[in-house]
């Protein structure tokens, strides 16, 4: 079992920065590929954001590419979303995920076993 728990969100200008954390609880974390997804008022959830097991290989939403940098920390049982060149349509909960393994495409919602509660970023004009 895995436990997610993401924090970092918060209210900033637009062209500002985040950086979102999701710690995990359990020692198969590590070998869990991670995501990011992001729920707006009146839209459904959508990805934003993948990286692998190992953290060689990442994905990403078309619109975050250039912006957005996701990460990981083993040691540290941690997932980042480093978010740059905020704009306000990039205001969502943002919620962390964990796959045991994908057998399909990383940006689809049910390749994904866990989730966090959510972390609200809210980007103002």
């Known amino acids: 079992q895995v436990q997610l728990v993401e924090s970092g969100g918060g209210l900033v200008q637009t062209g500002g920065s985040l950086r979102l954390s999701c710690a995990a609880s359990?020692?198969?974390?590590?070998?869990?590929?991670a995501g990011w997804f992001r729920q707006a008022p009146g839209k459904e959830r959508e990805f934003v954001a993948a990286?692998?097991?190992?953290?060689?290989?990442?994905y990403y939403k078309d619109s975050v590419k250039g912006r957005f940098t996701i990460s990981r920390d083993t040691a540290k049982n941690t997932v980042y979303l480093q978010m740059n060149s905020l704009k306000p349509e990039d205001t969502a909960v943002y919620y962390c995920?964990?796959?045991?393994?994908?057998?399909?495409?990383?940006?689809?919602?049910?390749?994904?076993?866990?989730w966090g509660q959510g972390t609200q970023v809210t980007v103002s004009s």
């Open positions: 359990g020692h198969t974390f590590s070998s869990h590929a």
């Open positions: 995920a964990a796959s045991k393994g994908y057998d399909s495409s990383p940006d689809h919602s049910t390749q994904y076993d866990y």
């Open positions: 990286i692998d097991w190992s953290g060689d290989s990442t």
